[in-house]
């Protein structure tokens, strides 16, 4: 592999999505070898102490690589934390040439085509096959794939995760880290661009579900509110949430998490259907706890996806990427 297929590589790498699109990321290059490291003067210390979501991140990363890998048409294997250094996330190796399949080629292009839609979807469900397909992409990657269908299971979810947004909202040292990743400049490179985000205030929303709220405290009154007052009602959304969780709760189990991920998104994506993180209740120690307890989960809960169609014509804003040549070294 030369520099410039290193370069691709890196590229569809770089389109995996990251909490706040922190791209917590590094990258190095040889000839047959791409290894990848979390970059700790990305990390969020209020939201995510321990790194779980941007090792999460990571894995995610890790994954698109291996599929832009094989739609160029290479067979690669991943070794996770191959050493000491705990920063040392993953090492992709190069093994040989293979023949892209059709799914692969339809799996890499999903990379460019993904991305989180927050705005409420259509009503039409995600057919069961589709998440039975997913459920069987996540455990391949020791990782559990629960859609929250029960209707005790989606008020406990729905609570803690209101719960969660408001203990956020609450927090002046949550609020001014979450500033400093909103971004009003679309060709930022980094951060979650205002215009990824729904103007109207999450809780007036016509959905069970809410969104995380990346511009809590800068609406002004009324903002979002109806303008016809006869106008019929909203229909209620009822997206697909699925909760994605792991035995383990360490970084290989979290990297482990970001790979079944990185493959849930782009089979959903190939399929139509787009998705977005609701990950408040997870953020917290307290919240996480009591949705384990509360759903009788084995294991530990790592990402809440809220699924369905995109609505028709719906624009979504592009979340910017920093440049390869910012998180890529090669090594000559
Ligand atoms: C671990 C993780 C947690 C996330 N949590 C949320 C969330 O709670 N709410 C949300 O709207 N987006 C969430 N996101 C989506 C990111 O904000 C998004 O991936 C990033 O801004 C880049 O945009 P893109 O996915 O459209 O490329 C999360 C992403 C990851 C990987």
Redesign the pocket.
């Known amino acids: 592999m030369d520099q410039q297929q290193w370069a691709q590589v890196v590229e569809a790498a770089t389109?995996?999505?990251?909490?706040?699109?922190t791209q917590p990321w590094r990258f190095t290059a040889t000839a047959d070898q791409l290894d990848v490291f979390l970059d700790p003067g990305r990390a969020l210390p209020v939201l995510d102490p321990t790194g779980r979501?941007?090792v999460?991140?990571c894995g995610?990363a890790v994954e698109f690589a291996v599929v832009a890998l094989a739609a160029a048409g290479w067979l690669s294997e991943v070794e996770l934390l191959p050493d000491d250094d705990a920063d040392h996330l993953a090492t992709v190796r190069v093994i040989g040439p293979i023949v892209a399949t059709d799914e692969d080629s339809a799996l890499a292009a999903s990379i460019a085509r993904?991305?989180?839609v927050?705005d409420p979807f259509q009503p039409r469900v995600v057919p069961v096959d589709l998440l039975d397909r997913l459920q069987a992409e996540a455990a391949a990657f020791g990782t559990w794939f629960k859609p929250v269908t029960r209707s005790e299971e989606e008020v406990a979810t729905v609570f803690l995760i209101d719960r969660a947004e408001e203990m956020e909202q609450g927090d002046p040292a949550y609020l001014a880290e979450l500033q400093q990743w909103v971004r009003t400049d679309p060709a930022a490179v980094d951060?979650?661009p205002v215009g990824?985000?729904p103007a109207e205030d999450p809780h007036g929303r016509p959905s069970n579900w809410s969104?995380?709220d990346?511009v809590v405290g800068t609406r002004s009154a009324g903002e979002g509110a109806p303008v016809d007052a006869d106008a019929p009602p909203p229909e209620v959304e009822r997206p697909t949430v699925v909760l994605m969780g792991t035995d383990g709760d360490d970084r290989y189990a979290w990297l482990q998490a970001?790979r079944a991920?990185a493959r849930v998104l782009l089979v959903a994506t190939a399929a139509g259907v787009a998705a977005?993180?609701?990950?408040?209740a997870l953020d917290w120690p307290a919240t996480r706890t009591r949705l384990r307890a509360r759903l009788s989960l084995v294991g530990h809960p790592q990402?809440l996806l809220r699924m369905g169609y995109p609505r028709e014509g719906g624009e979504?804003a592009?979340?910017g990427r920093r440049p390869v040549a910012e998180v890529l070294t090669v090594a000559p």
């Open positions: 389109r995996a999505p990251s909490i706040h699109n979501q941007q999460i991140s995610i993904r991305h989180t927050r951060g979650v990824a985000v969104i995380r990346f970001g991920l977005s993180p609701l990950t408040q990402m979504v592009v979340s």
